[in-house]
């Protein structure tokens, strides 16, 4: 019985030694590839597609075409109604009369520009602590007092054009429970929490910050090279988006992709793991988006320009 084992035994050795596992059988209906157990029993065979194997480009290509598709017509969920309005609500602390909220809306009206609690500023009526400790109240969320810059690009998860276009920040990452934190500087965004919770497999929690101080650190955030950041648009067209998605993919050969919608961005996310020369292989990434040039159905959440990272996409693969 011993003697029996020794050839499986040694046999499993060698496949582990190789770096050999049995991958999954393609999801896709139609896939015509080989699912025999000794053609799936290969290095880095495949890629997973929002939990999904597929083992054949061909195959990824199908199921991101009409993964594309569909968040290409999608509408953003709609924000929930704020509980009370944030003039009100200053009132009601002391902070503000009646008639310096009506000055702000007339100010803000006038303009065509800014939200309310950048007018209460700018006109001197409460200062920016005193409007973000409102917002905080306004969307039940606590308030992050300091920033740690070495904390906030050690992070870099998020593309930095999604960050800007929402005015938020990554604060911490707590290991432990797999928690995001995010500083928003305006509006809290619920979506855009539920999408970067798909993306990055883990749970988000917001908070609020001054609106100056989000806007200063993504400033100077916005002078550091984002080589895994890579991005297209205002684009529509659901063949080229597909062409430039199989051709990141047939060329970094990814072992996961993760794709959402969020806002006006389609945020693919190919995780691929490259050799390191010292010890064990070490994960990376890269973010590949697609601004959309359709009208979303809910306002825009910023007016700044978008800084294009990448004009050409990749050469035509065969």
């Known amino acids: 019985m011993t003697d029996f084992s020794k050839p499986l035994t040694r046999f499993a050795s060698w496949i582990k030694r190789h770096h050999l596992e049995s991958s999954p059988p393609c999801v896709l209906v139609s896939c015509l590839g080989s699912r ?20 054949q480009p061909q195959c990824l290509e199908t199921a991101l075409i009409s993964q594309l598709s569909h968040l290409r017509v999608m509408a953003p969920s709609p924000q929930p109604p704020n509980r009370i309005p944030l003039g009100l609500l200053m009132v009601a ?24 609690g950048e007018w209460i500023e700018k006109l001197g009526f409460a200062t920016e602590q005193e409007v973000t400790t409102a917002l905080a109240l306004q969307w ?8 740690d810059p070495s904390a906030i690009h050690s992070l870099g998860s998020i593309p930095f054009p999604i960050l800007e276009a929402f005015q938020m920040l990554p604060l911490n990452h707590v290991t432990s429970t797999n928690t995001l934190y995010l500083a928003f500087g305006e509006r809290v965004d619920h979506g855009a929490l539920y999408a970067i919770e798909k993306i990055l ?10 609106r100056k101080s989000i806007a200063c650190q993504l400033d ?34 990814p ?26 292989p070490c994960p990376t990434a ?33």
């Open 93 to 116: 602390r002391g902070k503000l009369t009646f008639a310096e909220v009506r000055a702000a809306l007339e100010a803000q009206r006038r303009a065509h520009y800014g939200k309310i």
């Open 255 to 280: 072992e996961a992709v993760r794709l959402s919608r969020i806002g006006r961005f389609i945020w693919l996310r190919l995780d691929v793991h490259a050799d390191d020369t010292l010890s064990k």
């Open 286 to 318: 890269t973010n590949v988006l697609f601004r959309l040039s359709t009208d979303s159905t809910r306002p825009f959440p910023s007016t700044r320009p978008f800084r294009q990272f990448h004009s050409n996409p990749l050469p035509r693969t065969s």
């Open 220 to 253: 100077s955030m916005r002078q550091l090279p984002h080589p895994s950041d890579v991005e297209f648009g205002p684009i529509n067209d659901l063949t080229e988006m597909a062409r430039i998605a199989s051709s990141y993919t047939a060329r970094l050969s």
């Open 201 to 210: 497999a883990c749970r988000t929690q917001p908070c609020v910050a001054g």
């Open 140 to 147: 039940g969320c606590p308030v992050a007092t300091s920033f």
């Open 36 to 55: 025999s157990l000794w053609q799936r029993l290969r290095h880095r065979q495949g890629t997973f597609l929002q939990g999904a194997f597929y083992c």
